[in-house]
């Protein structure tokens, strides 16, 4: 009669067998490699920042500053012409080449619009002063990275949901764009008035812009935008959720199919904290799929500390950087 196997012996090769299947079956899952980066582009296993603390500009420095604009960019008040070619007789009198350069000044109404312009200037570089510390937080504060992930699996991921978590007192926030850059912006001053062509003058310019391809060189653009026609692709990322670009504890993305073999996605996000005090934690990157049997997972711990910045300092810079407005640009 054969001896009956050890029991401890075939508990443990059916343990090793279902390891076999799992490792089988997983084998035939996404599988992600995970990468993070700093600010600067740079590989990175830990994340460290310093941002910058600011202060809001006093009365009293507002009203320095007011001036300095002022005397910087001074209201205009002489619209004279200050170069009038001389005129040059011509055999039967003034010749018309002579009136070519002839200018008028600008209308009463257009002086008006610009002494209103200059005044309406002053009043948003006073309330962009007021705000002008956020601005100084905004550019100093260099608070950004990314996870860079690709699937080198053997099959694409399915219904995929990819999570950056912050932990401690650290916040998320999903990048700016250039429209949140100019939020705090100093307005330029207004542009001048321009002295006016001579009617002859412009009669004279005008007889040089006909030809027979006036008016017949430009394409015209399609009324309706070909991207409205087109449905979520299935294969992009989407965030899931509020939309705002406000801080908070995590960011979702989403997408339908994650083909394996493809170029890396880069997924880009900035870090605050959610106080004015040193602070310490970590920040998760998740990939979650209906076809992963393990959440994908890549943690680095993040520091953050704080330097004083002078706000009055800034805004002068700003204010000496500041140009008028060209009349394209005004327009």
Not at 142 to 158: E, H, V, W, Y
Not at 207 to 231: A, C, K, Q, V
């Amino acid at each position: 009669m054969a001896a009956l196997e050890p029991e401890g012996t075939k508990e443990s090769k059916e343990l090793n067998a279902a390891r076999a299947e799992i490792a089988r079956l997983q084998k035939q899952e996404p599988a992600f490699i995970v990468k993070c980066f700093d600010a600067d582009g740079r590989s990175a296993s830990s994340l460290e920042y310093q941002f910058p603390k600011a202060s809001p500009l006093t009365p009293e420095e507002i009203a320095t500053l007011l001036d300095r604009a002022r005397l910087l960019f001074p209201l205009k008040a002489d619209f004279n012409d200050p170069v009038r070619p001389a005129s040059v007789p011509g055999r039967r009198g003034i010749s018309l080449e002579s009136l070519r350069g002839l200018r008028s000044p600008p209308t009463e109404q257009q002086i008006v619009e610009y002494n209103q312009a200059y005044e309406t200037w002053l009043a948003k570089i006073e309330t962009a002063l007021k705000k002008v510390h956020l601005k100084l937080l905004q550019d100093e504060t260099k608070n950004s990275f990314s996870f860079l992930a690709q699937n080198i699996g053997t099959r694409p991921a399915n219904d995929v949901l990819v999570e950056i978590v912050a932990t401690g007192s650290l916040l998320i926030g999903r990048p700016s764009d250039e429209d949140d850059e100019n939020e705090y912006s100093l307005p330029a001053p207004p542009a001048l008035p321009e002295f006016q062509l001579s009617a002859l003058n412009a009669m004279l310019r005008m007889s040089n812009m006909f030809g027979p391809r006036y008016g017949m060189g430009r394409e015209l653009e399609p009324i309706i935008d070909t991207r409205l026609r087109r449905g979520r692709d299935a294969e992009a990322f989407y965030y899931n959720g509020d939309p705002a670009r406000i801080a908070k504890n995590s960011l979702k993305l989403e997408c339908v199919l994650w083909r394996h073999g493809k170029d890396p996605e880069n997924f880009h996000a900035v870090v605050d904290a959610s106080t004015a005090a040193e602070v310490k934690g970590v920040i998760e990157f998740r990939i979650h799929a209906s076809n992963l049997s393990n959440a994908v997972s890549c943690r680095i711990p993040v520091r953050i500390t704080f330097k004083a910045f002078s706000t009055i300092d800034y805004a002068s810079k700003l204010i000496d950087a500041l140009k008028p407005i060209t009349k394209n640009e005004g327009q």
